[in-house]
């Protein structure tokens, strides 16, 4: 063979002994190792000795060997000429390494056929991949079980990403998410344009931004109020903005409460506060002038205006502990018609002039709070009357089965308007022309609390000018449902 011939074989030699990083296998046709070169031992740890003559399935994990995955490798050698794969092979350590290998076959200077297995160690870059798409995995599942929704926003404000807490909130599917534009979704929550302004802001001086309010209405047509928080992604090659949407409904519907309570305090009080120093002032005239009379009908008016202001300084205190979860039912057996027939007459004897009809059978006992039902009954009985519009009639009805009780209170007073019947219980509510009647609008919200807390309902039936009907119905026995 002249040198020219030759030289090609000059080269695969001293490809075979120098290689760094392709580690060289070379077996015959069934699979029998006959040569390594020094890249292979430094891979994998096998010296000549350790594996030449053996067959090369021994590099193959159990469970490669098992699919057969060596067989299959020598088939598509010998039938096509080459094949490649990425698996496992394993160390004379036993430990396995991940590689990328191509095997040719080939013909040795002698003309024999055999298998030459070229392998590169990719260990490093698969466990890499397999880390970071763990790292992704990891991030995604924080990501989705955030509460908060969470979107990422392309230089467009288009939707790149967004989390099941904001699917969720716009009621869209994962596909639907994909067309979205965040500011054409905003356009009708952003008055005058002033969260998508401060958008803009963040893209052009890469500067975020932080709780900023916005009223957005859910799919169940709940209007909730949010916080968004701005964040310019500075590491990624476009100019993308991470956006973090926090409900705040609660703490702004607390913080109104809040304001509601201190506004009804200045105000429901400032009459019988006034009253209080104008009796004060007349009481120091009447011991100048020692005008018992005088100061007889002072203390009289003081005294009341002193009752009035501690039953308002009670309903407040009540709705508070209600409104804190502090609301506890003092659970005793009692004979129901002995409770109602207490609370009738601690109202008779404030109104000698109306009568108090009982239709009904209520000689049955029951397992309930009897001095919050008693505040319930005498609410009802109260209400019908001072609204009763000079009707001196009320009837209270009791109606019962085996497991639960209703009672009614009947009125044939002013009525009250259709619009207004959805809010009669909330908290603070009064009807406009009403208002110069004594009350800060507690009582009512005070008894569907009662109620509730007695697994039970309240309910109005009302038309205005034809009188009205409060009811309220508890199961007999603490056990048992409530409708």
Known sequence: MSEEQDLPFHYFDALFKNAKQNAIVITDTKGIVIGINNAFTECFGYEGNDIIGKNGMILFTEEDQKK?????????????????????????NK????????????????????????????HLQKTSEVSLRLLNDFNENILQSISDSVIVLDGKFNLLKANDAFLKLIGITESGAASLNFVDFLKKYDPGNRLYKNLEKALTTKTGFSN???????????????????????????????????????????EKERDDVIGFITHELRNPLSNLVLSSE??????????????????????????????????????????????????SEFNFGEMVSEAIETIQGLNPSFHISVIGDADFN???????????ITNFLSNAIKYSDENKEV???????????TVSVKDEGAGISRDYLPYVFERFFRIKKTRSIEGIGLGLYLCRQIIRAHNGHVWVESEEGKGSTFYFSIPLKPESVGK
């Open 68 to 92: 057969g995955l060596p067989e299959k490798e020598i088939a598509t050698v010998l039938s096509t000429g080459q094949a490649d794969d990425k698996n496992y092979l394993v160390n004379r």
């Open 95 to 122: 430990e396995i390494t991940w590689v990328s290998g191509e095997s040719v076959l080939v013909k040795n200077d002698r003309g024999d056929e055999v298998i030459l297995k070229v392998v590169q160690n990719i």
């Open 212 to 254: 900023k309010e916005i009223e957005i209405e859910t799919p169940e047509h709940n209007k909730r109020v949010f916080e968004i928080s701005c964040t310019p992604l500075l590491n990624s090659q476009n100019e993308n903005l991470l956006l973090v949407i926090h409900d705040i409904t609660i703490p702004k519907n607390l």
């Open 282 to 331: 007349v009481m120091k005239e009447a011991i100048v002038e020692n005008d018992s009379s005088l100061m007889t009908d002072m203390l009289t008016r003081f005294g009341n205006n002193v009752a009035r202001m501690n039953k308002m300084i009670a309903g407040l205190y009540e709705s508070t502990k209600v409104n804190a979860g502090q609301f506890l039912l003092d659970y």
């Open 366 to 376: 029951v397992i309930a709070d009897r001095y919050r039902l008693i505040q319930v």
């Open 395 to 405: 009837i209270l009805s009791i109606a019962h089965d085996d497991q639960t009780v």
